[in-house]
Every structure is written in C-alpha cells, then in structure tokens.
C-alpha cells in the first residue's frame, strides 16, 4: 500500500512539474513577444485593463439593479403600500419587454433581408444594411408603441364601463 500511495504521488509531482514547465514556456514566450515588439509596458495592461472594467462595469450595474429595487420597496412598505402590486405591475411590463424586443428582432431580419436585395440592387453593402436595418428596426419600435397605444385604450374603455 505504501508503494501505491508513492507512486501516485510522484505522478502528482511530475505532472505538476509538466505543468510548471508549461506555465514556463508560455511565460517566456509573452516576454519574448513584448520583446520582439518593443511593447511597453502600457501597452500591455491595455487588455488587462479592459477586462477588469468590463467586468467591474457589470458588477455595478447588477449591484445598482438591486439595492434600488430594494429601496424602492422598502419606500413602499414605510407608505402602506404592498410591494407585490409593484410585482405585479412589473410582470406586465415584463410581458410588454418581451413583446418589444420580439418585434425588434423581426424587424432587424428584415432588414437584413431588405439590405441584402438592396446590396445585390448594387448599393453599398455598407450603407445598405445599416440603413434597412435602423429603418426597420425604427418601423419595429413604432409597430409596437401602437400596439401598446391600442391596449391601453382598450383597457381604458373596459375600466370606464365597470
């Protein structure tokens, strides 16, 4: 037993060793690129750099989203209010959100679809497929403000009647 338990450790140890060597040679191959490249030493955090921030830019937008979700229901709690109609506003809108991005996602494939006949028509394929796609995508956006326009007005015709 003590033999396998020996033996397992020294395959730990040499795989470890090949995996310092590979830590290794990647190491000296970046301080040989920065050398070859006469890159300063700016130049390389630039990507470090980035990533930080974008993550960094993340976590407080998520940090942000819910402590004023929080305070904005413990306001409400202080004015009598019950946080769950604010629940229950919020999955309308919810419904609403998924309704506005469905349609704008159309609405930028036909765009696509409308740049490309317009790119084989012999436009630009640059100006072609930004213009339908903002054009379309606008059309989208304004397709689903009058739906929603037309709901509301229903519901506002179905709460006179009560």
């Known amino acids: 037993m003590n033999l396998d ?3 397992r450790i020294l ?6 060793q090949k995996k310092i060597a590979v830590c290794n ?13 006469q890159m300063s030493m700016l130049e390389s955090l630039v990507p470090i750099l980035g990533i930080i921030c974008t993550f960094g830019s993340l976590s407080f937008f998520v ?5 004023s979700r929080h305070r904005e229901r413990m306001a409400m709690i202080q004015q009598g209010k019950d946080p769950m109609q604010y ?22 494939g036909l ?3 409308a ?23 606008g059309l989208g956006m304004i397709i689903y403000h009058l739906s929603q326009r037309k709901q509301r007005n229903k519901e506002d015709y179905l709460a006179e009647e009560l």
């Open 87 to 108: 629940k229950i506003q919020m999955q309308k809108t919810e419904s609403n959100r998924v309704l506005k991005v469905g349609i704008l996602f159309a609405a930028f």
């Open 111 to 113: 765009g696509l679809v």
């Open 25 to 37: 040679l990647i190491s000296i191959g970046l301080v040989r690129a920065i050398k070859k490249r």
């Open 11 to 16: 395959i730990f140890l040499e795989n470890t």
């Open 115 to 137: 740049g490309w006949g317009l790119e084989e028509g012999g436009v630009p394929s640059e100006t072609a497929y930004f213009a339908m796609i903002f054009l379309f995508g």
């Open 63 to 67: 940090y942000m989203f819910y402590t």
């Open 5 to 7: 338990v020996a033996g």
